[in-house]
């Protein structure tokens, strides 16, 4: 196991590849640790992986994995992070608008003993209109539903320890709610401003999405986090609600027949056992979704079993 | 040289066949021509008594033929990934056990494969007749907009592809017809190579109709394994809660007639449906909160990307 990983995630980034390898590399030389820098080609059409390829040719702690064909950001980490070898691993963007300055600030905050660091973009060098006004909403509505304020969700200059990033599920666009999950699940998180550079080559490509996919993401980790942990409750709930109606309905129809007014009992007595029915299927629901649970790899308290906080680094640091 | 394997020939036998010598002959020939080495595998999905009998035939008559008899039927799909696990080859060549191309065309057809993944045929120029066409054309008319990768025959079993493919790209049951698209979707280069279409291949053909709703089933899960297999919430999601939306406007607009207008709600058979969209609403997103727990507590086990390369 090595101490450090530095991973980003490159899609036609040919102008950015050489310079983002040196500057990481600048940085990464003078800490003294064991550590790796790992770019994840996601697929790119131009010479990303030509010249990531003749860099690693040279230099054996410079790993390159390349996707057959571009799968999008979040499975581009989640490939980073399933490979990666070190302790720590931070994590940035391919285009140079992160600035790996940054990384010894970050280690220093994993070794106060945080799980995540998050970096928050303090002079961010993006269109007003079209990136940061969406990313302050997109924001302060994650803040909002999750309960967790993270001041800049699409900041990819982050670092995880190792084995609390391992047990969060990284799927669809998930990356940009790490934060919010991880901490949900009890995790501390430390929030630090870093540098940010405005884009030198080529145009964004991983454009921030549009608000409605992350309200919809953010629905879904929002209902699917409550959900996923205790599912008989949340389904029983909604059994009680649907139930209550039906009982409702039918105490109506009885009041009502009692008054004996003119009309078709079909049609109330019709309403009351549809509701019925309803509550039978949200209990079966929620039985399969404790099904699901149970054997499902993943359960939110394997996050608390690893909050043994980080043991620090083995190797070359003590010597210096 | 002799003795390594390059070309597994896989042979599904499922329903439809033809004269099982005949074929072979004809399939052995096309592939001698291809200069590779290579071996046959029949896998009978089933019992086909005859079939067996000439395969044994030709078996005794020192043909070098390995036949794999599954249990029972498990559909072409089971019985291709069967027949990959037990090849030797690093290319798998499947056939279907009728003739659907002329087999002089294997040859070039393997070729193909050389700057690509997979090569699936297509029939081309059709000699069938215009029934089959348009069915064919239809399909794929809804097919496509669904696959993301523009299939003329997908329906054409002849199929040549790196045995990688089908380590990473998983179908069982009646599924074969997917392989090339979610191989595609897999990001496996994909290739489609017009073919002779065989003489024998000309006849008309009118299935039963549970073949066809069979067909519209598989455009509808092919829709959502590519799409939304990662996502059901989305899918579920929305077609729940806009039906569930239009079930609470009803009842709402009931309720305002109740309360302002004093219209008894038992003379409302409209509150059934209302109720009723409410009920399905609820019922379809219950539905999308299921798949979408089970993929989160699976998400560890479902790679959402393949790799080509690691250096270092």
Redesign the interface.
Known sequence: MKDLSVIAPLYNEEECVRLLYEAIARVVEPLRLDHEILFVDD?SRDNTFKI??EL??RD??????????N?GQ???M??GID?AQGKILITMDGDLQNDPEDIPRFIEKIEEGYDIVCGWREKRQDKLITRKIPSKVANWLIGKVTGVAIRDNGCSLKAFRTDVIRAI????EMHRFIPAMASIAGSRIAQIPVRHHARKFGKSKYGLSRIYKVL?DL??IK??VS??SR?MLC?GS?ASL?ASGSLLTFA?TIA?MNRN?R??????I??AM??G??TI??LF?GV??EL??K????KMNTLADIRASFTGFETLRKEG | MESVIELSVIIPVVERYDDIAELYGLYKKGLEDSRHSHEFIFVLDGDFGEVLAVLKRLIAEGEKIKVIQLARGFGEATALTIGIQHSSGNVILTMPAYQQIEAYEIPRLVESLKDCDMVIARRWPRKDSLLNRIQSRVFHMFLNPVSEFKFHDIGCGVRVFRKQVAQEVHIYGDQHRFLPILAYKYGFRVLEVDAVQSQKDTLQRVYSPGIYVRRILDIFSIFFLVKFTKKPLRFFGILGSSIFAVGFLILLSLLFAKVFQGVALANRPILLLGTLLVVLGAQIFAIGLLGEIIIFTHAKDIKEYTIDKIIN
């Open positions: 697929g990531a390829k690693a040719e054996k702690r410079l790993r390159v994995i390349r996707f057959r064909k799968f979040t499975p581009a989640a490939a490979h599920p990284l799927y669809s919809l629905l879904m209902t699917v959900f996923s599912p389904f909604m649907a109506y009502w007014e009309g078709s009992l079909v049609v109330l019709g309403t549809l509701l029915a309803l299927f949200f629901a399969l979704g699901v649970y054997t499902g790899n993943l």
